[in-house]
């Protein structure tokens, strides 16, 4: 079974200062991991996933997460944080080699301050 | 290229009706996914099919809802009788195998 928490549910920042966004997860198998942006009244849209190959994970919109397995952490970063940065954000989990389905924490509002 | 294709968006319905929602995963997708969000429980996966044929039926709330797909290009969520407490966004998703997961604009749903 698998389960993540995202410590914070909503986190607020400058324009241009450093985002980080926490996720940790609880996996019985080697997890793939999974960071989704939601924007109002859309769907989820894929930022980044870890799937067992370098520990650092770039992702679109200069997102990046690293994933530490003594921490069982998997925490989303972007150095200079937009505007249009403003969402939801949702870590994933997934075991059976990616094959199952994803379980989803509760998400983080992210809020942009000018 | 078409995404992932759910209907209705906004569904209005009284306590009691019938619901079914409606989507179409994208063309060469093996792989399909109910969810529900709501702000109380966040997403919360329903059912997965792989190849058309249920997978994990585990998240079904109740006997009240039922998922099918006949076929690769469609697959419906039915909710029999609904209630209140099943207002809701329900979001389907697709891929391929362990591909990255695609999902749809949701259908939001609201029972009075």
Request: negative net charge.
């Amino acid at each position: 079974a698998q389960s993540v928490t995202q410590l914070g549910s909503h986190v607020s920042v400058s324009e241009g200062a450093l985002v980080l966004l926490r996720c940790n997860y609880s996996s019985s198998v080697p997890p793939y991991l999974f960071w989704y942006v939601q924007y109002p009244n859309q769907g989820l849209q894929l930022l980044l996933k870890y799937t067992s190959a370098a520990t650092l994970v770039k992702g679109i919109n200069g997102f990046e997460a690293e994933f530490k397995k003594s921490e069982t952490s998997f925490h989303l970063t972007k150095p200079s944080a937009h505007m249009s940065d403003a969402a939801e954000y949702f870590c994933a989990v997934s075991g059976g080699g990616g094959a199952d389905g994803l379980t989803f924490g509760k998400g983080t509002h992210l809020i942009i301050q000018p | 290229d078409a995404g992932v294709i759910q209907s209705p968006r906004h569904e209005v319905t009284e306590m009691g009706q019938e619901v079914t929602l409606r989507c179409k995963p994208i063309s060469g997708h093996n792989s399909l996914f109910w969810y529900r969000q709501t702000m109380m429980r966040g997403l919360e996966l329903l059912i997965y099919f792989n190849n058309n044929v249920p997978i994990d039926d585990s998240g079904m709330p109740e006997d009240r809802f039922s998922a099918k797909m006949p076929n690769a290009s469609f697959s419906t969520l039915k909710i029999q009788p609904s209630e209140p407490r099943d207002s809701a966004v329900y979001f389907c998703a697709s891929r391929i195998l362990d591909g990255e997961l695609f999902f749809g604009e949701g259908s939001r749903l609201t029972v009075l």
